[in-house]
């Protein structure tokens, strides 16, 4: 089976800009989590959908929002860009939903806003 | 706040010594995993251990659980170079809509 796919890899902003990550779960997989992890935060759970529901979501602001298609592919945004919003972007799939089973993490994309 | 916290923040050994890593908790678990992510890379999925169950082994991995203690160690022994990493522990709350909450981690260095 393939893995967990995100694109783009890279990525540099301006601060105010909005941002769109995408993620593509291991096929057959119906939940997607994303993380934020900085240096000074470690990894920071963002939200987590299960079959097109936002079932979990973390402690962040308004600006960071997602979704999950039907094929369970999600992208997540982050609107109004601030320079604290550089970090690594990870998502995970499982097959199960929340910590109940092993995740499944892709590579992640690295946001850096100027 | 994390719900898990390792121990060291970092760690140096040789190749072929032994590492062992624990992580504290706060609240009970459904089960706790154990990650290791390469530099700047995607977390890989190294054991699961089950709030009802004590020790568990992967080829050169150990890991305990101690709910009692809410604290989890994994040993890593025959060290290797390619073991440089760091590794966190993450813990499925039950009660908190079931979601990972991932410890500060520890930062292995193994020389050859």
């Known amino acids: 089976k393939a893995g967990v796919t995100q694109t783009p890899r890279y990525l540099i902003k301006t601060r105010g800009q909005q941002v769109t990550l995408s993620c593509s779960p291991i096929s057959g997989h119906r939940s997607v989590s994303w993380y934020q992890q900085t240096p000074g935060q470690g990894l920071q759970f963002l939200f987590e959908y299960f079959s097109e529901t936002q079932r979990n979501k973390g402690n962040f602001p308004g600006r960071f929002s997602g979704r999950q298609f039907s094929n369970s592919r999600s992208e997540m945004n982050v609107s109004t860009l601030e320079l604290g919003d550089s970090a690594l972007y990870l998502c995970?799939?499982?097959?199960?939903?929340?910590?109940?089973?092993?995740?499944?993490f892709g590579p992640g994309t690295r946001l850096t806003v100027l | 706040s994390q719900q898990g916290e390792e121990d060291p923040q970092a760690l140096s050994i040789q190749e072929g010594e032994n590492a062992t890593m624990n992580c504290s908790y706060k609240?009970?678990?459904?089960?706790l995993q154990w990650y290791r992510q390469n530099s700047g890379r995607g977390l890989v999925h190294l054991i699961l251990?089950?709030?009802?169950?004590r020790e568990k082994h992967s080829g050169r991995l150990r890991v305990t659980l101690d709910t009692s203690k809410k604290s989890s160690s994994l040993l890593i022994t025959a060290s290797r170079a390619a073991d440089t990493a760091s590794y966190f522990c993450?813990?499925?709350?039950?009660?908190?809509?079931?979601?990972?909450?991932f410890g500060t981690g520890t930062r292995l260095q193994v020389f050859p």
């Open positions: 609240t009970s678990i459904n089960n």
């Open positions: 251990i089950r709030s009802n169950e």
């Open positions: 993450a813990t499925d709350v039950p009660y908190n809509t079931d979601k990972l909450i």
């Open positions: 995970a799939s499982s097959y199960l939903s929340g910590g109940r089973d092993t995740q499944y």
